[in-house]
């Protein structure tokens, strides 16, 4: 809002003795930008505090009164993941030989396939899913394997360190292409 101020002399007078008119100034009212700034503040605040956090889902296990009942699962119904790095996943079944035989290789293509499998020849309460990332791996391989995990609703999975001699393993196959001494896939 501009204001124009118009008080002054009246007629167009020239000649000696006729004193000279103001200068008009113009003068703005803020008053009005001040009650928009606080609606644009008062919008803004609402409609952050109204969205929802994105989040995945995740169902936590019920706390053990013993530290030897909290992680029993049958060697059959596990199986392991490793991320490994250019979107390579290794896995195997239940423990990791020592000579690796049953330590295989896949990519993130094949990988639902192998839970589907895996899902459907274990029974529900057996199967768990351990997912161990390696140095190399990037955080969007993580994301995917978690996404395969609530698309194929496996329900018991855990997220893990991995070991040194696994890494090894991971770090050898990721150089060669191959699933180092084990089958491929």
Request: glycine share 8%; proline share 4%.
């Amino acid at each position: 809002m501009a204001e124009m101020d118009t008080s002054g002399g009246g007629g167009h007078k020239k000649g000696p003795g006729v004193k000279k008119g103001k200068k008009l100034s113009t003068r703005v009212d803020l008053t009005p930008m001040v009650d928009l700034g606080f609606l644009l503040i008062t919008f803004f605040i609402f409609t952050t505090t109204m969205s929802q956090p994105t989040a995945m889902r995740l169902f936590l296990p019920k706390d053990a009164d013993k530290p030897e009942d909290q992680n029993k699962a049958k060697e059959s119904g596990v199986i392991t993941l490793l991320l490994g790095k250019d979107n390579n996943v290794f896995y195997y079944e239940g423990q990791l030989e020592v000579n690796g035989s049953n330590f295989k290789s896949s990519n993130f293509k094949e990988i639902r396939s192998i839970l589907i499998d895996k899902k459907r020849n274990t029974p529900e309460k057996d199967l768990v899913v351990i997912i161990k990332p390696s140095a190399e791996c990037t955080y969007k391989n993580v994301v995917d394997v978690l996404d395969e995990m609530a698309i194929n609703v496996l329900k018991k999975y855990a997220l893990v360190d991995i070991s040194e001699g696994e890494a090894a393993l991971v770090k050898i196959s990721d150089a060669s292409g191959s699933a180092g001494a084990g089958a491929s896939n």
